[in-house]
């Protein structure tokens, strides 16, 4: 009797407190963005590591030896896919692990940017969700016990980023329509532009890594006093000299910083998903509405 009275203890005692991190389900996200999704739906059940972290840029990143044992420890590694961590495949080599790639973006229609497609996919709150699904999914197929509070979890972000898509919907509609066009760095903004009518004009590709030739910046600068572009932007990830420079050349107003495709830390101005499009909203409404 006073054996089982021990073991019903232990069980109630198991079920009162969220599993150790040494139990949790050890995943890992390519970036910082990706990595948010994944929290919000993993909660207390995953043990989570994100390579690219806060105010890293994916585009250019060079992964370590330690980054390939992150990956052996672990069963599940969500990935952005459509070509954003070019690294990747050299990552999962030198990792040797048969770890289970979760490509985030299945599922959802890319955009082109010439004969590449448009890896910043996030940039639409509806494909976000189109994230969380396919999180939800992955993670309660690798734990089928902690199944029913991903759902849950899901559900409750989800419901989040419903508010979040009509926030955005309701702040761009009060810019006039003539002025929902910006400068920013480079291309990472085609799908918000697609979902939001704002046009982006960027004298980098889609890659960070590309360089714009002086033709390029000509013909922007040209472009900007043509169309009387309002603003240009900055972003976290890139290079602020060639936007401050437009800026001086046109006249252009710099209407502040825009997160692209990464995350700040805890006290910056986006340390979550919803951070980021939130702060965006604002000071693309801030600089373009009057």
């Not at 910043?120 to 197929?141: C, E, T």
Request: with cysteine; charged share 20%; aromatic share 6%.
């Amino acid at each position: 009797m006073q054996r089982l009275f021990s073991l019903m203890c232990l069980a109630l005692i198991a079920t009162a407190f969220p599993a150790s991190a040494q139990e949790r389900l050890k995943v890992v996200a390519s970036f910082s963005i990706l990595g948010d999704f994944v929290r919000n739906v993993g909660g207390t059940s995953v043990s989570i590591t994100t390579l690219v972290g806060a105010d890293g840029d994916a585009h250019v990143y060079s992964p370590t030896p330690a980054d390939a044992k992150k990956i052996a420890d672990a069963k599940l590694i969500f990935v952005n896919g459509l070509g954003f961590e070019g690294w990747l495949p050299r990552l999962l080599k030198s990792a040797g692990s048969k770890v289970t790639v979760v490509t985030a973006t299945a599922g959802i229609a890319p955009l082109k940017l010439g004969s590449d497609a448009d890896p910043h996919a996030w940039q639409s709150v509806a494909n976000a969700k189109i994230y969380v699904g396919n999180i939800r999914d992955a993670l309660a197929a690798a734990d089928p016990a902690s199944a029913q509070g991903f759902r849950a979890n899901a559900e409750a972000y989800l419901a989040k980023l419903d508010a979040l898509d009509r926030e955005a919907r309701e702040a761009v509609a009060k810019i006039p329509q003539a002025r929902r066009k910006v400068i920013s760095t480079h291309g990472a903004f085609g799908y918000f532009a697609a979902a939001y009518g704002v046009e982006f004009i960027a004298p980098v590709g889609v890659s960070t890594e590309s360089e714009p030739s002086a033709r390029d910046i000509a013909g922007i600068i040209t472009q900007i006093r043509t169309a009387k572009i309002p603003a240009v932007f900055l972003e976290n990830v890139s290079d602020p000299r060639l936007i401050r420079r437009i800026s001086a050349e046109t006249g252009a107003r710099i209407g502040g910083t825009l997160y692209s495709d990464s995350l700040t830390a805890e006290k910056g101005d986006a340390p979550t998903y919803i951070d980021m499009v939130r702060h965006n909203i604002k000071a693309l409404t801030s600089a373009l509405a009057n």
